[in-house]
């Protein structure tokens, strides 16, 4: 695997490599590797003659600073996963190389309703600032297939409607979630939980699977009211658990018994902030 650092750098070995017309696939990330991240190597190794990872802990999506500052960074185990994972070349950029003109005036996208509900709502700005790493990161790889993990319902929602905006020729590939043999979804921020906290983790995706199995048509606001109470007994401080619709996301409280809908839950144990969501039907 061959690491670069500069944009230019990159953009050339890209260059070279593309007189063969390879398919390449992208998995951009914040490091801290895990197998869910390595999954979407492996997706992106099975379809594509190229595969390129980017590790880098964009700044303008942390909306809380204590949240930045801890974030976990374990390069030297990032590298070696990823080239066990036959990973091709990892971009690996410092802000300035990221963000040239500053992180002042950045572009702002026209997310609509996306940015206003759940993650949009909680962590304002988040979204913008996840749009703009991405946006930037695919005009330094131009890729054919980008390859984001269905752990982050929404992000993927908002990075395909940034993608249909700026007008780019890149297909997106959603990748189920991978889970710890309790249930917990595998994230980055797991390494962050101690001991106690780690066993009090598996909660929320088994509040997900308690919506999951009883699931009925008509009022939804006893199940989200129940399962809020549940999590806070626990000992989590959550944000929300919500019931949406799986393609547009609007929030759902009365159920038809026929519209797809995915469960989204974001809450927190002690200082570490936990995401995690279910398609709740089949
Ligand atoms: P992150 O490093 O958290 O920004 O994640 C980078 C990519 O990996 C995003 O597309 C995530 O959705 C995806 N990802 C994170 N956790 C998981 C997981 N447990 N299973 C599958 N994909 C994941």
Known sequence: MIIFKKAADIGIFLQQKRQNNPKTGFVPTMGALHQGHISLIESARSKNDLVVCSIFVNPTQFNDPKDFQNYPITI???????????CDALFLPAVEEMYPAGLENKKTYALGYLETVLEGRYRPGHFQGVCQVVHRLLTIVPADRLYLGQKDFQQCMVIRKMIELENLPVETVICPTLRETDGLAMSSRNMRLDKEAREKAVEISRTLLHIKSSLKAGDLSELKTAAVEQLNRT?????YVEIAD???LE???RWDGKQKLVALCAAFLGEVRLIDNMLLQA
């Open 246 to 248: 799986a393609d547009t």
């Open 251 to 253: 929030l759902i409280g």
């Open 235 to 239: 000992g989590f401080k959550t944000d």
């Open 76 to 86: 030297e185990n990032d590298i070696d996963l990823l080239e066990k994972a036959g």
